[in-house]
């Protein structure tokens, strides 16, 4: 596999820390893919994007057979900070009015909200124990000049999606349970909730085997190639031959599967997470909040007090992916976690992880037909929110790969074609531009 990372950031090694994982008691032991084994629809990925799709496409009937390299839920959707909310592109709503029109850009959002709609429903119908909370989300205002986003992020909120945002001065938030003298307002949009993503994954897979679909783990697809009218899919052990192929390995993807070549960049999330916090702790602080929130920089920390009370903190990036970056940007999340919650200066880290979520050169998800590529799909690049968009973007791909129209939102931005970024396999380097330069304008 032709990958952009050094070999660790796609090894156990970012994983190995993962708090999700001591959640989970009992843990399926999925087979490997032995032998040579027909499908009409095979799937490369085992997260919420694999996952979802086969989930429907077997509900639907299909034959379909779904390959990970290590096993379900493996990739981000095991590893998540579980915020189940809005989004999937790095464009605002002015951005995506001029490039795709104003009635598309209506269709995405309403896409965004059915995204968060789908993964209730699915967790409801699936009966998936995944220790849902939060209303809604919450953004902190990092700075003064952040303030008047809070009012614009209202406003949007009302016209996209009809719903009525509440907006904390600063005042106001200790009595929310937000009280951090780093924020100076906050404003709470009442949509998308917080959930053990893990669970949620393991649950999808679970669901998708009890209605038919084949699911291997330890399979890595190491050639696909066309041959005749079907897709033959190698891996270490087996031989996949389907009709169809759907590709959702977002972050983890390789440039030598077909229609992706340096049409994504994967870049790094990292998250901590404390040992529980006793009551003093938290009254200490007064952080008592079990909202899902994240502060308006642009790279942003996201955070949350999850059920047994640990505080999960996470940022985006490293450019490394090596136990040494690994370490830094753990104690980069640990100092501004400092500094933003001080009474908890002193309380241990227990977990620290990363994973790789993707982005598009043209900044808005891709799901649907690979251009030029018989019988292909995929769905990728969700700008760090595939909690919602991943499970969305398996559901059209279910519908496409049927040849069946979807009867979910389905913007055309969606379906178009991922553009080749700069610099090849080298185009990590774009980060080293970018990440710096966005901390900067961030400031403090
Ligand atoms: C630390 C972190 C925090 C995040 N927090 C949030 C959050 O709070 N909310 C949110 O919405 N999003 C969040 N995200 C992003 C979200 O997790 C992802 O967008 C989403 O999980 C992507 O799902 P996926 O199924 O497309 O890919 P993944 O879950 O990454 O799965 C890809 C799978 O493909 C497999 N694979 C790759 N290559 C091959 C191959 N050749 N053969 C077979 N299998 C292969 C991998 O083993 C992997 O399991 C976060 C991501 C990270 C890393």
């Known amino acids: 596999m032709s990958r952009i990372y050094e070999p660790f950031g796609y090894g156990e090694g970012p994983v190995a820390r993962s708090y999700w994982p001591s959640t989970v008691s009992e843990r399926h032991a999925w087979p490997r893919l032995d032998g040579a084994m027909r499908a009409d629809i095979a799937i490369v990925g085992g997260g919420y994007t694999g996952l979802s799709a086969a989930l429907h496409l077997a509900e639907a009937g299909a034959d379909v057979a779904l390959i990970d390299a ?7 959707s095991g590893r998540n900070g579980g915020f189940c909310c809005l989004g999937g592109t790095a464009l605002d709503a002015d ?15 309403d ?5 968060i709609d789908l993964v209730a429903d699915l967790l409801d119908r699936l009966g998936i124990e995944a220790d849902t909370g939060s209303r809604g989300e919450t953004m902190l205002a990092h700075r003064a000049e952040a303030i008047p986003q809070l009012e614009a992020t209202a406003r949007h909120m009302r016209h996209v999606h009809g719903v009525t945002c509440e907006i904390l001065s600063r005042a106001e938030l200790a009595a929310a349970g937000m009280a951090s003298g780093a924020f100076h307002g906050a404003v709470t949009t009442p949509v998308g909730f917080s959930l053990n993503p893990l669970k949620y994954a393991l649950g999808l897979a679970q669901a998708a085997a009890d209605v038919g679909a084949r699911v291997f783990a330890a399979s890595p697809a190491e050639t696909i190639r066309r041959s005749g009218d079907v897709w033959k899919i190698a891996t270490p052990a087996g031989e996949l031959t389907a009709r169809r192929l759907i590709l959702a390995t977002n972050g983890y993807s390789s440039d030598d599967l077909p229609g992706l070549a340096a049409r994504y960049l994967p870049l790094q999330s990292n998250i901590l997470v404390t040992r529980p916090l006793t009551t003093a702790e938290i009254a200490a602080q007064g952080w008592t909040t079990g909202q899902m929130c994240y502060d308006s920089r642009t790279l942003l920390h996201y955070f949350r007090l999850l059920p047994d009370r640990r505080m999960l903190f996470g940022m985006r990036g490293a450019i490394r992916a ?5 370490a830094a940007i753990g104690a980069r999340a640990r100092a501004d976690f400092d500094r933003l919650f001080p009474a908890w200066a002193t309380v241990e880290t227990t977990h620290l992880w990363s994973g790789f979520v993707a982005l598009a050169r043209n900044r808005t998800p891709f799901v649907g037909p690979l251009p030029g590529v018989e019988a292909a799909f995929a769905g990728l690049c969700y700008h760090g929110n595939g909690v919602a968009m991943g499970s969305y973007a398996g559901a059209l791909l279910a519908r496409l790969a049927l040849g069946r129209p979807p009867e979910l939102p389905y913007p055309k931005l969606m379906a178009k074609p991922l553009a080749r970024f700069p610099f090849g396999r080298h185009r990590r380097t774009l980060l080293r531009a970018i990440l710096p330069l966005h901390a900067m304008m961030d400031g403090a």
């Open 70 to 76: 290590n096993a379900p839920g493996w990739g981000a």
């Open 111 to 115: 896409a965004e909200r059915a995204a």
């Open 322 to 326: 090596t136990p040494e970056a690994l």
């Open 95 to 109: 951005g995506l009015a001029r490039r795709y029109g104003a009635e598309d850009t209506q269709c995405f959002f």
